[in-house]
């Protein structure tokens, strides 16, 4: 079965701070991984995707397939980083929609 | 851009009341979604539709019903409201399974 664990609810960093958010999946085939983010009464909208190897707004991701993860890192965090942010599974095989992990959020002190 | 809209935006139902959340794209895609976040638990999949005429169940159906009689709608349906219901829903769109989502602004329901 498709799973994905983000083991922090909250992430509290300082600003300038490297950021990290932990995201780590099951699946047996070859996984489609994606980062979604919320920010405050903004809709939920689409990161990043391991496919593409973006850096988007300093954020990047790394699929390792031997340790089934891929999280999210920023080597220097901003205030407007805050927001919820969601790791997500694509389809596969008898799946035909994404599952989520249950979330992080992420706070930028100043 | 339109996009994914979603109605109403927040509702309160009594139990047994049944309601239906509207879901409307204007993108054209094959592929829409409905899901319910849970304080904590994330985003849970409750129906999907590939194509028009085509739904299928998600984790957490029971309790609802779509329906899919066009590309661009997709409305989720809950016939006797249960408290267990109050969730905030969120409506999907998507070329294929594995591009961009597009959600919906969300709809914050209340059962009491």
């Known amino acids: 079965a498709q799973r994905v664990t983000q083991p922090e609810k909250l992430l509290s960093v300082f600003k300038g701070a490297p950021v990290e958010l932990k995201c780590n999946y099951s699946y047996s085939g070859s996984p489609e991984l994606f980062w979604y983010v919320q920010y405050s009464r903004q809709r939920l909208q689409l990161l990043l995707r391991?496919?593409s190897r973006e850096s988007i707004k300093g954020f990047t991701a790394d699929l390792n397939k031997g340790e089934t993860s891929f999280h999210l890192k920023k080597p220097f965090a901003q205030e407007e980083d805050s927001a919820m942010y969601y790791c997500a599974l694509g389809g596969g095989t008898g799946r035909r929609a994404l599952t989520f992990g249950s979330g992080t959020r992420l706070q930028v002190q100043p | 851009n339109a996009g994914v809209t979603q109605t109403p935006k927040f509702r309160i139902l009594k139990i047994g009341q049944s309601m239906t959340l509207q879901c409307t794209q204007d993108m054209n895609h094959n592929y829409m979604y409905w899901y319910r976040q849970d304080p904590g638990m994330g985003l849970k999949l409750i129906y999907y539709?590939?194509?028009?005429?085509?739904?299928d169940k998600g984790e957490v159906p029971n309790g609802y019903n779509v329906s899919r009689s066009t590309t661009e709608d997709f409305p989720l349906r809950l016939e006797l409201a249960a408290p267990s219901q109050t969730s905030v829903y969120f409506c999907a769109s998507s070329a294929t399974v594995n591009t961009e989502a597009f959600f919906g602004q969300g709809t914050r329901l209340t059962v009491v």
């Open positions: 391991h496919i």
């Open positions: 539709s590939v194509g028009a005429g085509i739904t």
